[in-house]
Structures are given as C-alpha cells and as structure tokens.
Nanobody
Framework: QLQLVESGGGLVQPGGSRTLSCAAS????????IGWFLQAPGKEGEGISS????????NYGDSVKGRFTISRDNVKNIVYLQMNSLKPEDTAVYHC?????????????????WGQGTQVTVSS
C-alpha cells in the first residue's frame, strides 16, 4: 500500500532551522513529483515547494523562496525540505504529496497521494 510519511517537525525558535523528511513506500518513487504543502490554522492550504522526478527541477512559493531548499534521494526514497530563517508565520502542519505530473502550480488536484503531515511551530 502506498504511503507517504512526514517527519522532522517540532518547536523551533524564530530564525532557526529545521529539516523535514518525506519518506515513501509502496510505489515507484522515481515516477512521482513530490510537493510540500502547509496548512496553517484558519488558512487555506498553500503549496510551498516541489521537486521533479529526477530532482533536476525545483519550485518554491514566494513565501519560502530563498529560505527553504527541497531535495530528494531516489535511492532512499526520501524528499527533504531544509527550512532556514524560520518565522512565526511558518507555523503550520506540513504535508508532502506525490503527483505524476510536473507543474509550476501547486494545484492540489494534481497530487494523488498525501501524507498525514508534521507540525512545525515557530515560537520563542
């Protein structure tokens, strides 16, 4: 059965860093684009980053550009999201999702599989 599992969330001080991981099982990892989305309380879900099947292409939303870096290891079936210079407004549940289609948008309908999410709280 296909599964995506996020990890690495927790409490971080403003200005700090955190690395999230998205691990997969049950499907051919290299056939999927992986995206990261955040869900903040009271707000709509927001796509923040995606990486192509090979890892050669990446996208970032304006809110995280220059602070977050996405990467993938297709041997270990893991995608990472390195988050630097974290701000309180980055506080959210972070989900990874898998899509067969590369797109410059973060249209959630393109993503077939979703993880349960990991909470990141940025607070002093």
């Amino acid at each position: 059965q296909l599964q995506l599992v996020e990890s690495g969330g927790g409490l971080v001080q403003p200005g700090g860093s955190r690395t999230l991981s998205c691990a997969a099982s049950g499907f051919s990892w290299g056939d999927y684009v992986i995206g990261w989305f955040l869900q903040a309380p009271g707000k709509e879900g927001e796509g923040i980053s995606s990486i192509s099947k090979s890892g050669g292409l990446t996208n970032y939303g304006d809110s995280v550009k220059g602070r977050f870096t996405i990467s993938r290891d297709n041997v270990k079936n893991i995608v990472y999201l390195q988050m630097n210079s974290l701000k309180p407004e980055d506080t959210a549940v972070y989900h990874c999702a898998a899509s067969r289609v590369w797109s410059n948008s973060y249209f959630q309908g393109l993503y077939d599989y979703w993880g349960q999410g990991t909470q990141v709280t940025v607070s002093s």
